[in-house]
């Protein structure tokens, strides 16, 4: 996978695949639909009939909390002529009644009424909610469009692990914080997996850091970012990245649950879900939340500045610093493996290896 040795000679991946729309299509199946997505919090789905929505590369997922009290997830697509369920980020409801001719399912996905459908040869069975996975860690929710993977736990792996003795469940969620960016999510990933830039895109930060300390150690699907501050303290929480694309940031005052949403091959959704350990503490809260917001912007404008070189056509790819970009490195071997053990799962026709596209 990500052997040292072979970054020597690392080379980026080619400025195509930031933007070419069928290799995009190739990633929303090997990636998007592979992987166990964070949909929601387990706060936002106590009790029968609380749901919340998600929608990321094109899939849109509804999970709801059935009468029984378990989590169920489901296409958030009626099977009549595919109208809209659930349209709002989360709530609650009785039934789920589609809004295009009021057909109406159960929590558990069954189709209760075709609303004055007049065919006798119609059975509903044949018509439940399409489902979709749905597991659960630490308050944490996640869905998986794909039918076949591992469980959510073993998926997680050291990164599950890293937060063994972290306060997640003790922690209060706080608001959440939504940019949408004109990048493809790459070009957003390669610039969270490395310290390199904070000097030039980030002089704030820098003041604040020992960003020459700055390390990114590499694990099984994930990566640990670490840097001391300029006193010499070290923090005490975790600041982790899991393939693909959630970053969980966990310090004495809260954490920072982050996602980053393909909503095409030249735009991403980065939301932020925030947490804190103590909601009276609202000026330190707020202030955390402030610098988050300033390297988000300084990030965005770096980041589409790049987007728009990666589509002139005139860049192809460059080299990887084995001092400062091994999370890069890691990423782009991730992304290169997933495309190339899926080659067959676009449906949108190309049955091309991503070797055609990174050797
Ligand atoms: S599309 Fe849902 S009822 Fe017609
Ligand atoms: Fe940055």
Redesign the pocket.
Known sequence: MTNPADMEHATTLPAATYSDPEWFERERHAIFAATWQLAGFRTQLRGPGDYVTHAFAGFRILVVVNGDGALRAFHNV????????ATEPHGHCQVII??????TYDLDGGLTR??DFGADDFDPEEFGLLPVAVDEWRGLVFVRVSPHGPTLLNELGGFAERCADQPVESLTYSQRLTHTIDVNWKTYTDNYSEGYHIPFVHPGLHAQIRTSEYRVDVGDGFTEHRVPTRDGATASGVWLWRFPNLALNIYPEGMNVERWIPDGPRRTTVIYDCFVADPAATETNAEIVRLGVAVLDEDQRICEQVQGNLESGIYDRGRLSPRHENGVYAFQTWVRDAMDANPQDASAGSSSKASEFTQ
């Open positions: 009626c099977r009549h002529r595919a109208g809209p369920l589609c809004g295009y001719h009021g057909w075709a609303r």
